[in-house]
């Protein structure tokens, strides 16, 4: 048929208003019975074990990677897979989340007397509450939408939505009773840029060793270019006589010793160039706090410093390089 560009967006808007209205209903009516099913995952001490078939069964691997992302242990368990064996997987500390909207297909009622007779508790997001689910299960969320959406209502659009979104809250709920940190997260995401934030120390990104630029007291400015030129970090430490650190040599240091002394900058003595108070940070605190003591500062180049002594250094570029800046 041919419609207008104009028709097509109304017809969008409409559909997502109607799904934004059935989550809008379901808040007002919903009871503690989200809470019942947040607290029996808590105390789970198996896995939840998310069942569905259909639409309902992609929205059961959304909700089953979302509480294992906040760490709950979970896996997803197609319904029609399950009753051709594998529900060997499922054990009696297990708590089912069995995901239905008419809660009365085949697939799914034929699960139910196992997880009944294993002794699994069963978890029901249903928008039928008199169906074979609903009565078999230990816990009951009500997940009835008056329309789909679909012109046709024939395809699960406001159904699912709202399913995933009853996920999501139990998600949350369940992340609210363990007293979840954004610490914690990042241990389940160490790939993510969340958790290289939250994860990487300075000493993990920090040149050390052979590639830490130090000079003593008492050299020239001359002998320190050599140093910073061959470590490629832009500065270099400068040390007291027990390796304590007292200084710090920069590339904008060399710049305003030259505006003040011209070609005698090189004979200068280090310790008279220097910058006698830099920025240090510990090797132990998290890269993202370098990022930031650097942005305040105004700096490129921090040193990492143990018991007064340099033991690393870090520049911006590699903490760009490493995905924290």
Do not use: W
């Not at 060793?209 to 400068?238: H, N, R």
């Not at 011209?262 to 004979?267: L, S």
């Not at 200068?268 to 220097?274: L, N, P, S, V």
């Amino acid at each position: 048929m041919n419609y207008s560009n104009e028709e097509l967006l109304d017809a969008a808007k409409k559909l997502m208003r109607t799904e934004a209205n059935e989550i809008l209903n379901s808040a007002e009516k919903i009871g503690f019975e989200v809470v019942e099913a947040a607290r029996e995952i808590f105390a789970c001490e198996g896995r939840v074990v998310v069942v569905g078939l259909g639409k309902s069964g992609h929205v059961g691997r959304k909700i089953s990677a979302t509480l294992a992302s906040l760490g709950t242990p979970s896996f997803f368990l197609h319904a029609a897979e399950a009753v051709h064996g594998d529900l060997g997987m499922v054990r009696s500390e297990d708590v089912g989340l069995l995901i239905s909207n008419s809660g009365a297909s085949s697939e799914i009622t034929a699960l139910l007397p196992h997880f009944r007779r294993i002794g699994a508790k069963m978890i029901a997001i249903t928008g039928n509450l008199t169906s074979p689910l609903a009565d078999h299960s230990d816990i009951v969320i009500n997940a009835h939408v008056e329309t789909e959406g679909d012109p046709l209502q024939l395809a699960p659009m406001s159904s699912t939505t709202l399913e995933l979104a009853i996920g999501d809250s139990i998600a949350v709920l369940v992340a609210m009773l363990r007293g979840l940190k954004r610490e914690d997260f990042a241990v389940f995401h160490p790939g993510g840029a969340l958790g290289r934030k939250l994860l990487t120390r300075v000493s993990d990104v920090m040149g050390t060793g052979e590639q830490l630029p130090v000079v003593k007291k008492g050299v020239t400015v001359k002998d320190a270019l050599f140093v910073i030129t061959g470590k490629g970090y832009g500065a270099a430490c400068v040390v007291d006589e027990d390796e304590n650190l007292i200084g710090i040599f920069t590339d904008g240091d060399l710049r305003r010793l030259m505006e003040r002394s011209g070609n005698d900058a090189f004979k200068t003595k280090i310790e008279d160039a220097m910058t006698k108070t830099p920025r240090t940070i510990s090797p132990d605190e998290l890269a993202a706090k370098a990022v930031r003591v650097m942005e305040q500062n105004e700096i490129s180049v921090l040193i990492a410093v143990e018991n007064h002594k340099p033991v690393g250094i870090v520049h911006i570029h590699e903490l760009l390089k490493a995905g924290i800046a």
